[in-house]
């Protein structure tokens, strides 16, 4: 009896090593607050091979920011919107897109000092990425 009690103490003790380790993302060293709760470039998630053409792509030239989405426009399938969002969640300016509009480009000035920024970029189909990107004087 002793042996079988032992037996069950050490299998729950993996078991417990094991499902701990399975819910940590492989890929947790890159994961950012950000990632967590959108899809990335870095961390697509479910729609693994969609990046390329749903990650916001930022550009910024003086107070300028520039976010594109490099994805088709069409009715069924394009680009609802973009937000630019400081670190603290506070939106400095959102633009929305219509299936008609030709690209999902949108710019914006920035008043402030800003350090951390991420750019959303949400699609109808699929879903809701980010782009985290550091301003540097
Ligand atoms: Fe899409």
């Known amino acids: 009896m002793k042996n079988r009690r032992e037996f069950m103490k050490s299998s729950l003790v993996v078991s417990a090593g094991l499902v701990a380790a399975g819910i940590a993302p492989a890929s947790a060293a890159e994961n950012t607050k950000a990632s967590i709760f959108y899809y990335s470039a870095k961390n697509p998630r479910r729609w693994e091979g969609k990046a390329g053409s749903h990650a916001p792509v930022v550009t910024v030239e003086g107070n300028t920011v520039t976010i594109e989405t490099k994805h088709g426009m069409s009715p069924e399938h394009y680009i609802v919107k973009h937000s630019l969002l400081t670190s603290t969640g506070e939106v400095l300016g959102e633009s929305v897109f219509f299936p008609t509009d030709k690209k999902a480009v949108s710019t914006y000035t920035l008043t402030g000092e800003h350090k951390e920024l991420f750019a959303l970029s949400f699609c109808n189909l699929h879903d809701?990425?980010?782009?985290?990107?550091?301003?540097?004087?």
Not at 128 to 137: G, M, N, Q, Y
Request: avoid cysteine; charge should be negative.
């Open 128 to 137: 809701l990425w980010v782009s985290e990107f550091s301003i540097t004087e």
